[in-house]
């Protein structure tokens, strides 16, 4: 562990930061990096003996750039290898040696991540849904979540993150990284277990407003060389979440109710097709399965709320903040 540090970043993320600040190991250089936190968050750290970066109150306080500052707060330590980790998430006991070791015994891996899971999936739907999301393939990845094992040489080489996203950090450094030959993998290893707290609709809502922010800004900036993936994320948001709508209003208008009416059924087709789908992995029940289909679809106009959101703001000259899903009463439960 001597050539392990690892950052944490956090904002006033109450219990779920505590939790976080314990599991990590005492042996490794530990730096805990606050965005402004109200409550005991500071002192708690400092209780710990982690080192402590406050980041100022004026600050546009974004993830990437808090992961930033952590990384200058290591700059005078000899460590080979970073542990990202969300305040809201706690370490598996095993993973950092796993992960360590996968990096040792392959030089051209940047990023090793394992299985995040969701602390308390059954609390609600919006929880159950984070814990499907976070459950990627094993194998060769594209990129990473918040929480990964990086190589310290690859972050300096292609300067860290990128402070201006508000959103979808992590997945534009990763194309930087890949973009310089390296390589991400998800291992089959226990990694972290995340705290979404998720239990209203207008969380989801928020957290899914984000993801659209995320995938209009990479595809904007990286174009046809970034992840196909985020363009065809843009592509079913403007066909469902705006194109899709105005088709069934102009056809209503144009032709009669009863066309609009027809073209609106495209979407109970469209969450049939996606619960028949899921309903085909083992171990998702049909219940789930359909729920999830609804969200999705339904998810479509809350991206296309964000990808708005992204595009006026580039196109006005405004800098963005960031998108909050966690309310006060959230973090401190």
Known sequence: MNDVAIIAIGRNE????????????????????????????????????????????????????????????LADRDVTFVQMVDGDCELDAGWLD???????????????????????????????????????PVGEAM??????????AALDQVGGYNPDYI???????????????????????????HDAAMTRFGQWWRRTERSGHAF????????????????REVRSTIAWGVALPLLIVVAAWLIGWWAGLLILLLYPVQIVRIA?????????????????AVHLVVGKFA???GAARFHWRRLSGRRGALIEYKGPEARQA
Request: with cysteine; charged share 30%; net charge positive.
């Open 276 to 292: 028949r789908r899921k309903a085909r992995e083992p171990g998702v029940s049909p219940a789930f399965a359909r729920s999830l």
């Open 98 to 136: 796993r992960a360590a070791a996968t990096l040792r015994a392959d030089p051209g891996l940047a990023v090793v991540f394992g299985r995040r899971r969701e602390r308390f999936p059954e609390t609600s739907a919006y929880n159950r849904m984070c814990d499907d999301e976070w459950d990627v």
């Open 216 to 231: 209009a800004e990479l595809a904007w900036r990286h174009g046809s060389a970034g992840d196909p993936h985020w363009r």
């Open 14 to 73: 109450g219990e779920r930061l505590k939790a976080c600040l314990r599991s990590l190991p005492p042996e490794a250089p530990r730096v805990y990096v606050d965005s402004g936190s109200t409550d005991d968050s500071v002192a708690f750290a400092e209780g710990r003996g982690v080192t402590v970066v406050t980041l100022p109150p004026a600050t546009r306080f974004t993830a990437a750039l808090a992961r930033n500052a952590g990384l200058a707060a």
């Open 143 to 152: 990129s990473c979540g918040g929480d990964a094992l990086f190589r310290r």
């Open 167 to 193: 959103a979808g950090e992590e997945p534009d450094l990763c194309q930087r990284l890949r973009e310089r030959g390296w390589r991400i993998r998800r291992i089959d290893a226990e990694m972290t277990r």
């Open 303 to 305: 991206q296309a709320k």
